[in-house]
């Protein structure tokens, strides 16, 4: 039975995929290798890991401007997660977001969204409807 979470209304398209989650911030800047679409920070939590067409689920946003031109690059290169997920969001990312197209919702009514969903999960993004939807395996 699926689970549905319910979040702030967020920004971008509908998308459903796998997830990856860390219990830390989020940085297109200082955290990504944009050309090779890793974390590329050794201090990250997902260090070397892919997060190219993924459901990234991270605890909040960090740093400053070029966040929001970083993310509309690196989908117009298809070089980006399908949605980003946080527990809180700052102005900057979600500028980002827009430009990019890119889902993203962040607020969660549930609780801390790292511990409600587990890398692996299918998950389905409704920016629209402020819902985040878990599919059983």
Not at 8 to 30: E, M, Q, W
Not at 107 to 127: C, M, Y
Request: glycine share 8%; with cysteine; aromatic share 6%.
């Amino acid at each position: 039975m699926p689970k549905l979470l319910k979040c702030h209304v967020g920004i971008g398209p509908k998308v459903r995929g796998t997830a990856l989650v860390a219990d830390d911030n989020f940085s297109a800047r200082y955290d990504l290798d944009r050309i090779n679409g890793v974390f590329s920070r050794p201090q990250h939590k997902l260090y070397g890991q892919s997060y190219r067409d993924v459901i990234l689920v991270l605890n909040t946003a960090k740093g400053g401007v070029a966040t929001a031109w970083m993310l509309h690059e690196m989908t117009s290169r298809g070089i980006s997660p399908k949605a980003i997920l946080l527990n809180s969001a700052n102005t900057i990312l979600a500028q980002g977001a827009a430009l990019a197209n890119l889902a993203m919702c962040d607020r969660f009514e549930h609780g801390d969204v790292t511990q409600l969903i587990a890398t692996g999960d299918d998950v389905e993004v409704n920016p629209d409807a402020g819902e985040v939807t878990l599919y059983p395996a």
